[in-house]
């Protein structure tokens, strides 16, 4: 980041007094690294609301607004309607209130359309006055053309050696002018597992929260307009494996942050998934899927449905010696396998963080395990190891025609395909340093460095999925210009 440590001080205390929460909120010297510096906020406007509107759960006819303020006491609503600038139709009115989140279901919508709609706030003692025009798109019909878009790791808390605030803001604004239907996050966005590294102990539900708190004006420049569907990666560290009975621990305070200030969807007609109630939390909202145009989009998690620690550990020590003992579990095994029997849809695109959730590569890892069977030394350890279960979740996405499973973690930008399923890794989306991580786990297939982030088309003829790069502006030069197309392919 440029600009001395004084001038960061002086920015940062401008963003608080506006509203922004940002990483150093916290005890300083507690979080592990340099606050990142927020988007500008934007310019006062009518409404004079400093915060976020994040849109998460979109179905045929419905979608939720999740509006947050850090600082401001008042009152809104949003307006809406099908036509740019005409407002026919107004949600309930929400009370505001400082750090407290709060949502609001638009329902009663057609199907398969455009909306556009305005915040309405009215700041305590104050005159309403509405914000700038935003959009959003309702569940596509069949047969229609629609685009969809993904980033990798942001790891906010490695700044300057994987990420820059200018460079995610750029990220963030050149997917917006793609204007996807929604936009997927694949996880470790939310780390937490180094605020206080000497001492993990010590972690308060507070710095906890903070680590969500920091994307809210980030991905609130997407959000607004492209409803957020999250990933859970090994670094935010919500997993069973944490859970001791008790509300005061990382995981519950993760999962509970997540879920208040990004809405994420819980089985309904429109949505299936996890059906478990977790002391503490309640739904987790971690696993779930969807039926979108011609495409059927299922999100997996490893880290709730394994009772061992999948990658690395909260407090410190060796990783698990036994790949074999981490797993999806059975409950989320059996719900993978009737969703992707049951879907008569023409693409099947799946998400998670990482094949198993932990190691490196794609198809080079795709055949170990619950995954594919095998046992590092190539023996067929699976019906043994995973009884009741019949097929690896490989062998399930090649028997029921999935499309292509997007994984992240690996911070590299890979194309790979392995018995007709594509393996797509995707990229950081603000690494100043456009690295190409873990280029040597990658054997077969193209890859590409950092950054930037993915878009897919789907149409009736077929699939397209290309990466987008993304450069600062001192950075750019020939083949380096930022929202040019670095690779792509179509899949009939």
Request: charged share 15%; glycine share 10%; hydrophobic share 35%.
């Amino acid at each position: 980041m440029s600009g001395s440590t004084s001038g960061h001080r002086r920015r940062a205390a401008g963003w608080l007094a506006a509203g922004w929460c940002i990483l150093g909120c916290a005890t300083p010297g507690t979080d592990g690294g340099t606050a990142p510096e927020p988007p500008t906020p934007p310019p006062a406007s009518l409404s004079a609301f400093r915060g976020s509107v994040v849109l998460g759960t979109p179905t045929l006819r419905a979608i939720r607004a999740n509006v947050y303020s850090a600082t401001q006491q008042g009152s809104a609503y949003l307006v809406y309607g099908t036509t740019s600038g005409t407002y026919p139709h107004r949600s309930p009115t929400l009370a505001i209130t400082p750090d407290v989140p709060t949502e609001v279901l638009l329902d009663d919508l057609a199907a398969d359309t455009r909306y556009y709609y305005r915040l309405v706030f009215t700041p305590a003692g104050g005159t309403p006055g509405s914000g700038p025009e935003r959009t959003f798109q309702t569940a596509r019909a069949a047969g229609r053309t629609f685009t969809f878009a993904l980033q990798g790791d942001s790891h906010p808390e490695r700044p300057r050696q994987q990420f820059d605030s200018a460079l995610y803001v750029r990220t963030l604004q050149t997917v917006a002018q793609d204007a996807p239907d929604f936009y997927v996050l694949l996880g470790d966005d939310f780390s937490i597992d180094n605020i206080n590294a000497a001492n993990p102990a010590a972690v308060t539900a507070t710095q906890v929260r903070e680590r969500y708190l920091v994307q809210r004006p980030f991905l609130g420049l997407i959000g607004d307009r492209a409803p957020l569907f999250l990933v859970n990666g090994n670094h935010e560290q919500a997993a069973r494996y944490l859970l001791d009975g008790t509300p005061n621990n990382p995981a519950v305070w993760a999962q509970n942050a997540r879920n208040s200030l990004f809405p994420q969807p819980v089985p309904d007609a429109f949505y299936s998934g996890n059906a478990e109630n977790v002391p503490h939390i309640g739904l987790l909202r971690n696993y779930f899927a969807f039926t979108w145009g011609d495409a059927l989009f299922v999100v997996l998690d490893p880290y709730w449905g394994s009772p061992v620690c999948v990658d690395n550990p909260f407090y410190g020590g060796e990783k698990r010696p036994d790949i074999w003992a981490v797993t999806h579990g059975d409950a989320q095994y059996q719900w993978l396998t009737r969703t992707l029997a049951q879907s008569t849809a023409r693409y099947k695109f799946v998400f998670a963080h990482h094949v198993m959730g932990t190691q490196r590569g794609g198809v080079e890892v795709a055949r170990l395990y619950e995954w594919g069977g095998q046992s590092p030394g190539g023996q067929l350890d699976f019906a043994a190891r995973r009884p009741g279960w019949p097929l690896p979740i490989h062998d399930l996405f090649v028997r029921h025609g999935v499309t292509a499973f997007f994984q992240g973690h690996d911070h590299i930008w890979a194309h790979q395909s392995l018995d007709g399923v594509v393996y797509q890794t995707l990229s950081e989306p603000a690494d100043p340093n456009y690295s190409l991580f873990n280029a040597d786990a990658f054997r077969s297939g193209e890859t590409y460095p950092n950054s930037g982030y993915t878009r897919v088309t789907v149409g009736p003829t077929g699939v397209t999925i290309a990466y987008v790069r993304v450069f600062l502006p001192a950075d750019e030069g020939p083949g380096r210009v930022s929202g040019t197309v670095a690779a792509s392919y179509t899949l009939p």
